[in-house]
């Protein structure tokens, strides 16, 4: 009697329950990307770069070189 009550309790709970949403990592990283370019250029219009801001973009230029180079080798 209690095991069948405990299974459809489940089965209720299953059903109501919601998945948290956690959006994919390539998301989050076009996501930041966006932000420090954004960021990076609004900078150089002001004259005045972040030194965070220009780390991103170095190490955005060595992932593309580095995409580049693996695709030149395929």
């Known amino acids: ?14 059903e109501t329950w919601k ?3 956690c959006p ?5 990283i ?3 990307q966006h ?3 954004v960021e990076y ?9 972040s030194p965070f801001a220009t780390a991103w973009m170095d190490l955005e230029d060595i992932m593309l070189s580095e995409i ?4 030149n080798t395929i």
Do not use: H, N, V, W
Not at 24 to 28: G, M, V
Not at 41 to 47: E, H, N, T
């Open 24 to 28: 994919p990592t390539d998301e989050q």
């Open 1 to 14: 009697m209690c095991i069948p009550m405990f299974i459809a309790a489940l089965f209720t709970i299953a």
């Open 30 to 32: 076009k996501k930041l």
């Open 41 to 49: 250029y609004s900078a150089i219009k002001k004259r005045e770069i």
């Open 35 to 37: 932000m420090y370019t």
């Open 19 to 21: 998945q948290p949403q």
């Open 68 to 71: 580049r180079q693996r695709k």
